[in-house]
């Protein structure tokens, strides 16, 4: 069925030039429902929807921190650039540009990225940095890039739109197993999007009485600040923050109501789709029919709740959430619970989206006690978002998150290699073992600790002198542990915890040897890498 949103690529000239963003047409699902019920006009038989989409971007920044591997190596218009930028980011600063880009310590890289548009996605996004082709870096190990304007790809220039930033660390894997290029890596949720992008509706046929009426009906719905007609063919949206993260299922709504309501074709609308909820094969159009005719379908919704068939009840369920009504969370949580459910990812989806926060809080934690670690984890991402004292959070060296859940019986060490950078320790405190000896693949990180010692002792070679630094004492404590490798270390005028200046990428690197030594004898697990087309 086509009530989704179908995206696909246009050009909107007057929205923003050049930029590409994702569009949805008038589809089959909602002339369906025009034809065939002869319930009244659906929206989105009147308008095509213009959606926010992704966008990708690029641009050309340096990488510092580098320990003798970097170069200068790029060519003349990127470099002339890069000194334009320079300065006009370092005003009034005494600045030798050419010494700075040219130091064996920077690298002039690429930037990549696909943001997203939608205000229903994160602000950030993850990069990929790389060194130019011909240059004679070595490594972006260790390195920070610099902050770099993003623009669309192909655009390059100083005057070109800037559409983004990255910045931050250099995340290089060595978790697989088939080699790594240190001339290229990632930004970990290091892109930010830059603006606002509207939704916009668009008029087959332009008519200020047909506009004005689509603004009021949707104003009605969702509130006066959710639709603004500015021409005869033009509507522009704003998502309500109840949909904050479910931009496309409201884009579906908006597209399925109806133009014009009565009591009495309200009430056959309702009767008809709770009929197909129940029994037809287009249920995700009913579904959406019915959260979009409002909470008079709260009447009729419960009934489903009984249902043999457990997508009518999940349906039923969710909708009547969505709708403000708890009546089907319950139901909501036994398919959740359900280890043979289908649908246990999606209902807890709906609990973190619809229900109040106490209530989806005090479900999530629950769930943080399944034998399935990937719910759990899902569980983890939800509460994350909600930012639930249920986790301890803090943050190390500027570099990445360390999170402690307690509230489970079931150990794992868990780290992210897409997103924002952390470490998860499921089912904290977890403890190092003592009487071990564990060195890093490159001999650069060494913990060792003796049989009844209460402590384990921690090493680092120093990344750019023949000498090492430490041993830095920490707890058993897997999380003192990590803090005291990655901590930044403090100069002698400065306050604050010692740590070894492990980046993020050696620490989890570390994290899974470990694991496989059996330091720690709880699984190691990895989350993908960032897919970056």
Avoid at 451 to 474: C, D, E, F, M, N
Wanted: with cysteine.
């Amino acid at each position: 069925m086509c009530v989704r949103v179908i995206k696909t690529i246009v050009v909107i000239a007057g929205l923003l030039a050049g930029l590409l963003i994702g569009g949805c047409e008038g589809g089959a699902g909602t002339r369906e429902l025009a034809v065939l019920e002869g319930l009244g006009t659906p929206i989105g038989s009147l308008v095509e929807v213009m959606t926010p989409g992704q966008v990708a971007v690029e641009g050309y920044g340096i990488v510092g921190g580098l320990r003798g591997t970097g170069s200068g190596d790029c060519p003349v218009r990127i470099r002339k650039y890069l000194e334009q930028y320079i300065l006009k980011q370092s005003p009034g600063q005494r600045i030798d540009v050419n010494k700075f880009i040219g130091s064996s310590e920077t690298a002039v890289v690429r930037v990549y990225g696909v943001m997203s548009t939608s205000v229903s996605e994160g602000r950030h996004f993850d990069v990929t940095i790389r060194t130019l082709p011909g240059s004679q870096t070595t490594s972006l190990e260790g390195g920070w890039l610099y902050r770099t304007e993003l623009k669309q790809l192909g655009s390059f220039g100083l005057t070109t739109r800037i559409l983004g930033m990255a910045e931050g660390p250099v995340f290089i894997d060595t978790l697989e197993t088939n080699g790594t290029d240190k001339r290229s890596g990632y930004g970990l949720a290091g892109g930010t999007v830059l603006g606002e992008y509207p939704i916009d509706l668009l008029l087959r046929r332009p008519d200020f009485r047909i506009a004005n009426e689509i603004r009021n009906r949707l104003n009605s719905r969702f509130g006066p600040e959710t639709a603004k007609a500015d021409t005869s063919r033009r509507i522009v949206l704003r998502v309500p923050a109840q949909y904050g993260k479910q931009q496309e299922r409201f884009i579906s709504i908006v597209r399925t109501m109806y133009l014009t309501e009565s009591p009495e074709i309200t009430r056959k609308r309702i009767t008809t789709f709770i009929g197909r909820l129940a029994g037809s094969d287009d249920k995700e159009i009913s579904e959406i029919a019915l959260e979009a005719i409002g909470k008079e379908s709260l009447k009729k919704l419960p009934a489903l709740l009984n249902s043999g068939y457990e997508e009518v009840r999940f349906r039923a369920a969710r909708c009547m959430l969505n709708l403000g009504s708890d009546v089907g969370l319950e139901t909501l949580l036994a398919i959740a619970k359900d280890k043979g459910s289908a649908k246990r990812f999606e209902a807890l989806e709906a609990i973190a989206a619809g229900a109040s926060r106490n209530d989806a809080a005090a479900i999530l934690r629950q769930m943080l006690g399944d034998e399935n670690f990937e719910i759990r984890l899902a569980a983890y991402e939800q509460l994350r978002d909600l930012e639930d004292v249920s986790i301890i959070r803090r943050p190390i060296a500027r570099s990445f998150y360390l999170d402690q859940i307690s509230r489970t019986e079931h150990k794992a060490v868990y780290v992210s290699r897409s997103g924002e950078p952390r470490i998860v320790l499921f089912g904290a405190p977890i403890f190092c073992r003592d009487n071990l000896f564990v060195q890093s693949a490159n001999g650069d990180i060494t913990i060792d600790s003796r049989a009844g010692q209460h402590y384990v002792s921690l090493i680092r070679k120093h990344p750019s002198r023949p000498t090492v630094i430490g041993p830095l004492r920490s707890s058993l404590e897997l999380s003192d542990i990590i803090q005291t490798l990655c901590a930044e270390p403090v100069q002698r005028s400065e306050t604050g915890r010692i740590g070894l200046g492990v980046s993020y990428a050696d620490m989890i690197a570390f994290l899974k040897l470990m694991s496989e030594k059996k330091a720690i004898e709880v699984p190691f697990l990895a989350g993908a890498l960032p897919e970056i087309e």
